[in-house]
C-alpha cells in the first residue's frame, strides 16, 4: 500500500531548501500531531475551566482522571496492538483483505468487553464512595479509548497518518468546545465533554476502515484468536512497552514523598508530571526525522535488499542493499542523535525562561533537563526496535523490552531511594542502557544478515 515514504520521497525529489522543509514539516505533523493534539486539548480545558469550574481542584481532577485513562488504555490493548496488526498484515499479503474487517470486529467485542469487566471492578476498588455518574464515564472513557487505540494501530499500519491527524484534530476540537460548554456541570460536565469526543473519533476511525474494506460476508470473525495466528511474542512486546513508558511515572504517582492524593486512590506528582509533559514536547522533531529516514531511505533499500533476495538477485547486489541499509540506519540514528542534542541544548539554555512564563518554578529545570534526555534516548529506542520489527526479531524486541521495564523500576526505585537530586536518572538511564543494548545486537544482526536470511529459507 502506499504509505507516507512516497509522500516524503516527492517532496525530498524536489532537492531544494523548501522541500525539505516541507518533508520535515509534515512529518512531525503525523508523527507527533496525534498526542500533541491530544494534550493541547486537555490543557486547553484546564485553561478555560479554571475561572468557572468550582472548587478550582475540580480541573486538576480532571486531569488526571484522563491521564489514568490514556495510561491503563494504553497498557492494557498494547496485548493486542501489535499482534493484531500483524495478523492484519499477513491477510493483506495473502489478498485475504475480506477478513480484515470481521476480525476487526470480534477483535473489538472481545477488548471492549474486557474493559468493561476490568474497568468496572477497577473503579469500585479505585474510586470507592464517588458519584456514580463520574464512576460511570470514567467507565466510558476507559472503554472508548481503548477501542480509539485498537483502531489507531491498525490506521497507522494501514499508513494512513493524515486521516489519523484529521480525527484526531477534530474529535478534540469538539472534546475542548463541549468541554467548554457542559463546564458548570463541574468535574462530570468536563469528563462528559472527554467521552463525546472519544466517541466521534471512535466512530469516525471505524468508518474509515469500513470504507478501506468493503463489507462482504461475516460480520465478526475470531480467526485471529487461532493458535497458529496469536504472535504471543508481540502480544507481550506490546504489553511491555508501553509498561516501561509509564511504570516509572506510576512509581511517582504512588510514593508518598512525591505525590499527592487527587480523587479517590488516584494520585498525581506535581514534581514529576510537569517535566515529563513539557520534555515529550522536545521529541518533535527527532520523530521527524525517524520517519523521514525509516520510510525513505531504509525502507527502500530494505525492499530492493528482500526482493532481491526473493527474486534470485547477484550476491554483489544483495551486498550492495545490505551496505546501503546499514548506511541508511546509521544516517538515521546520527540525525537523531544531532537534533535531540540540540533540543537538550536549547533546553538548557531557554529552560529558565520557558518555566517563567509558564508560571513553574526554576526548582524543576535539573529534572526537566534529565528528562529531556531521557526522552529524546527514547526516540532512538523506538527507532531501534522498528528496525527489527522489519527484520522479524520479535525475541530480540521482547528482550529489549523485557530489559527496560526491569531497568525502569529497579533505577527509578533507586532514585526514589536516594533523593530528588536524582529525580529523573532512573528511566533516562534505563532508555540509554536499553539502547545501548539494542545498538549492539543490531549491529552483530546487520553484520550476519545475508547468512541468516537465506538460511531462514
Known amino acids: 500500500m502506499a504509505g507516507i515514504g512516497f509522500e516524503l520521497r516527492r517532496m525530498l525529489r524536489k532537492d531544494t531548501l523548501l522541500g525539505l522543509v ?20 486537555i490543557l486547553l480545558i484546564g485553561i478555560f475551566s479554571a475561572s468557572v469550574v468550582i472548587p478550582g481542584s475540580l480541573v486538576t481532577q480532571f486531569q488526571t482522571s484522563v491521564t489514568y485513562l490514556v495510561a491503563c488504555s494504553l497498557i492494557y490493548t498494547g496485548l493486542v496492538q501489535l499482534a493484531f496488526t500483524r495478523f492484519i498484515s499477513d491477510r493483506l499479503f495473502e489478498k485475504r483483505k475480506d477478513m480484515v474487517l470481521p476480525n476487526l470486529h470480534g477483535l473489538l467485542v472481545l477488548v471492549l468487553l474486557g474493559a468493561c469487566v476490568l474497568g468496572t471492578a477497577a473503579l469500585f476498588i479505585a474510586l470507592p464512595g464517588l458519584g456514580l455518574v463520574y464512576r460511570l464515564l470514567m467507565l466510558a472513557g476507559f472503554t472508548l479509548m481503548c477501542g480509539v487505540w485498537v483502531l489507531t494501530v491498525l490506521l497507522s499500519g494501514m499508513k494512513r497518518y493524515k486521516a489519523i491527524v484529521l480525527l484526531f484534530g477534530v474529535s478534540y476540537g469538539l472534546i475542548v468546545v463541549s468541554a467548554l460548554l457542559m463546564r458548570p456541570w463541574g468535574l462530570e460536565g468536563l469528563l462528559g465533554g472527554f467521552v ?11 468508518l474509515l476502515v469500513v470504507r478501506e474494506f468493503n463489507p462482504s460476508g461475516p460480520i465478526i470473525a475470531f480467526d485471529f484468536a487461532r493458535r497458529a495466528m496469536l504472535y504471543p511474542t508481540l502480544m507481550a512486546i506490546g504489553l511491555l512497552y508501553n509498561l516501561g513508558v509509564w511504570i516509572d511515572k506510576f512509581m511517582f ?7 499527592d492524593a487527587i480523587i479517590g486512590s488516584l494520585r498525581a506528582s506535581i514534581i514529576y508530571d510537569l517535566p515529563v509533559f513539557l520534555s515529550y514536547l522536545s521529541i518533535i522533531p527527532g520523530m521527524a526525522v525517524f520517519l523521514v529516514r525509516i520510510e525513505t531511505d531504509f525502507v527502500e ?17 544483495i551486498e ?3 551496505d546501503e541499509m546499514v548506511y541508511s540506519i546509521q544516517q538515521g540514528l546520527g540525525e537523531i542523535a544531532k537534533i535531540q542534542t540540540l533540543a537538550v541544548l536549547v533546553t538548557f539554555v531557554a529552560g529558565p525562561v520557558l518555566l517563567d512564563a509558564l508560571g513553574i518554578s526554576r526548582l ?8 529531556v534526555i531521557g526522552a529524546g534516548l527514547q526516540v532512538g529506542l523506538m527507532a531501534v526496535l522498528n528496525v527489527f520489527f522489519y527484520l522479524d526479531q520479535r525475541r530480540t524486541v521482547l528482550l529489549l523490552c523485557v530489559l527496560f521495564v526491569l531497568l525502569n523500576v529497579l533505577l527509578t526505585g533507586w532514585t526514589l531511594a536516594y533523593g530528588a537530586a536524582l529525580y529523573g536518572y532512573g528511566f533516562a538511564l534505563a ?8 545498538l549492539a545486537l543490531l549491529t552483530r544482526r546487520l553484520n550476519r544478515l545475508e547468512y541468516q536470511t ?3 529459507q
Do not use: H
Not at 533499500?301 to 547486489?317: I, N, P, Q, T
Open 22 to 41: 516541507q518533508a520535515y514539516a509534515y512529518a512531525s505533523v503525523i508523527g507527533s500531531g496525534p498526542w500533541v493534539l491530544s494534550i493541547v486539548g
Open 196 to 206: 463525546l469526543g472519544n466517541y466521534v473519533l471512535l466512530v469516525g476511525m471505524w
Open 253 to 259: 504517582w504512588y510514593f508518598p514523598p512525591t505525590s
Open 301 to 317: 533499500f530494505y525492499d530492493k535488499f528482500y526482493d532481491a533476495v526473493r527474486g534470485g538477485g547477484s550476491l554483489e547486489y
Open 320 to 322: 550492495t542493499m545490505r
Open 364 to 371: 524543576y529545570l535539573p529534572l526537566l533537563q534529565v528528562q
Open 431 to 438: 532508555t540509554l542502557l536499553t539502547l545501548g543494548a539494542g
Open 454 to 456: 537465506f538460511m531462514l
